[in-house]
């Protein structure tokens, strides 16, 4: 008998670490939501990101395609390629109701909705970041807090009440303290809800659907409501991880930033931030993660409640990381740190799939649409570059082994931060090298001796042979990954 097709909830949050849920050990924060679907699927532990940034990460995984090939590699584009074709648009064609609550952004949203290229979402509910900085009416969010009657600048507490342009804009009602809306008017509130909204609305149908929920948590400015911050205790949290004088070998962007602030001064600089301001970040980092555990939850009991669980495939992952003030940096940039590109990736169907596995292959982020396809029954494209996870989430493969490396990129990535950094890195699982194209400067890792990467080895005359024999398999993975077939060879001329 023909199976039924499978709904899809993707939900992906923005720059959230690997090391942020609970169950795969955490015991600074509380996600039980998460790790309940941890339970009931399967967990890739070393899951990669192919960009530290979020266009040219989401371009990734929603074509099944490395950034650089989609020609989406960096942030502020004003346009995406004609000649890329996303996952959710092939889903689409062959049947699927497509919707999305919250960013998108494949393209520039700065003063302006992002021009949307032919998605195949037949539902958008688009809201960027929460701030009111568009046109009336572009920030669907905000519309819903104003059919609320209420105002967002008046509701807020944090800093900033604009992100429009750089330095931001004050916020005349800022106490000191950062604390954002209350949790029942936040937007990762509002993504649930209107997922919600677009899956009761295809309700019985007939008709496959899919959602995509991009909330803007856990990204910074760090504002979670209050009620969530008073869960957890500023003393309980971690410290970064940082060892004296571990910058001395380092790129000298790193250094720049450890004394102005993360990506080129926007951020807070490491030396001037006590143990207790390190640990209140940590704080506030780990909050808004709980209340989007917490939102989690209900788009989840919904699924039980409507006896949609069984036959939906739940994605629960992150475009990105972020720093936390590990290695004197915070935020994002041209860092190729574990915080930054291992990212948390947990998939579940109860109906489909093995329950309770933890997977340590490596895997990327781009082997998403090719494992979406497979499940529709859909031939994917001969132009996707990503390989199907389907055989680990089965149990027709191993789950030890899915490739040899993973790769990610920095190329140009953020206008007026480390516009100079083109960079690619190799990570086989124990050695992760960085190259800065055109630069004299590098790192090298070995995470069997040195998992934290506090030792760069790549000025080490011992590891001389170890760096040029990774400095090749970097060059020929960046090459053959980025290998286009788009054009789709049939014949010999």
Same mark, same amino acid.
Request: hydrophobic share 30%; with cysteine; proline share 8%.
């Given at each position: 008998m023909k199976q039924k097709p499978l709904n899809i909830v993707w939900f992906c949050t923005d720059q959230q670490r690997w090391d942020t849920i609970h169950s795969l050990g955490n015991p600074y924060l509380h996600t039980p939501n998460i790790d309940r679907l941890v339970e009931e699927g399967v967990a890739f532990t070393r899951a990669y990101?192919?960009?530290?940034?979020?266009?040219?990460?989401?371009?990734?995984?929603?074509?099944?395609?490395?950034?650089?090939t989609t020609k989406a590699f960096f942030n502020g584009?004003?346009?995406?390629?004609?000649?890329?074709?996303?996952?959710?648009?092939?889903?689409?064609?062959?049947?699927?109701?497509?919707?999305?609550?919250g960013k998108l952004h494949l393209t520039s949203a700065q003063g302006r909705m992002e021009k949307r290229t032919d998605d195949g979402y037949a539902y958008m509910q688009w809201s960027e970041h929460p701030n009111d900085d568009w046109p009336g009416g572009e920030n669907d969010y905000q519309n819903w807090l104003r059919a609320k009657g209420l105002k967002w600048a008046d509701i807020y507490?944090?800093?900033?009440?604009?992100?429009?342009?750089?330095?931001?804009?004050?916020n005349p009602n800022f106490t000191g303290k950062t604390v954002g809306v209350p949790a029942q008017y936040h937007?990762?509130?509002?993504?649930?809800?209107?997922?919600?909204?677009?899956?009761?609305?295809?309700?019985?149908? *007939?008709?496959?659907? @899919?959602?995509?929920l991009n909330p803007y948590d856990p990204h910074p400015p760090?504002?979670? #409501?209050?009620?969530?911050?008073?869960?957890?205790k500023i003393e309980d949290m971690p410290l970064p991880l940082w060892k004296d004088g571990e910058l001395d070998n380092k790129p000298p962007h790193q250094k720049k930033d450890f004394f102005q602030g993360g990506q080129d001064g926007q951020a807070e600089p490491f030396p001037a931030l006590t143990d207790d301001d390190k640990r209140e970040r940590f704080r506030d980092y780990y909050a808004e993660i709980e209340l989007v555990d917490d939102q989690f939850g209900r788009l989840m009991r919904y699924l039980e409640e409507s006896g949609e669980k069984d036959n939906t495939l739940v994605i629960f992952m992150s475009d990105h990381g972020?720093?936390? *003030?590990?290695?004197? @940096?915070?935020?994002?940039?041209?860092?190729?740190?574990?915080?930054?590109?291992?990212? #948390?990736?947990?998939?579940?169907?109860?109906?489909?799939?093995?329950?309770?596995?933890?997977?340590?292959?490596?895997?990327?982020l781009v082997d998403i649409a090719p494992t979406l396809l497979e499940f529709a029954g859909i031939n994917a494209p001969c132009c996707m570059q990503g390989k199907s996870l389907l055989p680990i989430l089965t149990g027709g493969a191993a789950p030890h082994w899915h490739k040899d490396s993973v790769y990610s990129e920095f190329y140009h990535c953020l206008k007026g931060s480390h516009e100079d950094i083109y960079a690619t890195m190799y990570y086989d699982g124990r050695y992760k090298i960085v190259n800065y194209h055109g630069k004299d400067f590098g790192e090298l890792y070995d995470h069997k001796t040195d998992p934290e990467e506090f030792c760069n080895l790549w000025h080490e005359p011992a590891c001389a042979p170890l760096k040029a024999e990774l400095i090749q398999k970097n060059f020929d993975s960046a090459v053959m990954k980025n290998m286009d077939l788009s054009m789709h060879q049939i014949n010999e001329y």
């Open positions: 990101t192919q960009a530290p940034i979020c266009t040219p990460s989401r371009s990734c995984f929603l074509t099944g395609r490395y950034p650089r584009n004003d346009t995406y390629s004609k000649d890329e074709t996303l996952v959710t648009k092939l889903l689409a064609d062959s049947g699927y109701v497509c919707g999305l609550s507490g944090g800093k900033y009440t604009s992100m429009a342009s750089w330095p931001p804009t004050p937007q990762t509130t509002w993504c649930v809800e209107k997922a919600i909204e677009f899956m009761e609305q295809n309700r019985g149908k *007939g008709r496959p659907w @899919l959602i995509s760090l504002d979670p #409501p209050q009620e969530y911050k008073d869960r957890l972020e720093m936390g *003030g590990d290695h004197g @940096l915070y935020w994002k940039g041209a860092y190729f740190y574990e915080g930054l590109v291992h990212v #948390p990736l947990v998939m579940s169907c109860p109906s489909r799939l093995k329950k309770g596995m933890r997977s340590d292959a490596l895997v990327e």
